[in-house]
Nanobody
Framework: QVQLVDSGGGLVQAGGSLRLSCAAS??????????MGWFRQAPGKEREFVAA????????YATDSVKGRFTISRDNAKNTVYLQMNSLKPEDTAVYFC?????????????????WGQGTQVTVSS
């Protein structure tokens, strides 16, 4: 059993930066054994994979639209995963969700993730 609380969203102008955090708590398997990912969902759109980081070897993967701008990282000692977002664009506007998966590697499908945060709103204005 794990609970995820994501935070750090807000309103920012295009070109600005935000850092999202996701804190994990609960009992069961160690936080370090989960693959942690970030997804986002814009109004009227399906939930979209953003980035993930593997617990096994530290592999990361990010969707093409955010490569070079977003960086995912984790601090296992703090049971926290981060998403540093730079050079934000209006099209990045969405509710961002952190999620945890027991799948190996860096899964990108939402159904591979069993645990989800409540979501944090990111709004980027022109």
């Amino acid at each position: 059993q794990v609970q995820l609380v994501d935070s750090g969203g807000g309103l920012v102008q295009a070109g600005g930066s935000l850092r999202l955090s996701c804190a994990a708590s609960g009992s069961g398997r160690s936080f370090s054994t989960y693959t942690m990912g970030w997804f986002r969902q814009a109004p009227g759109k399906e939930r979209e994979f953003v980035a993930a980081i593997s617990w096994t070897d530290g592999r990361i993967y990010a969707t093409d639209s955010v490569k070079g701008r977003f960086t995912i990282s984790r601090d296992n000692a703090k049971n926290t995963v981060y998403l540093q977002m730079n050079s934000l664009k209006p099209e990045d506007t969405a509710v961002y969700f952190c999620a945890a998966s027991v799948k190996p590697g860096v899964p990108t499908r939402q159904y591979d993730y069993a645990y989800w945060g409540q979501g944090t709103q990111v709004t980027v204005s022109s």
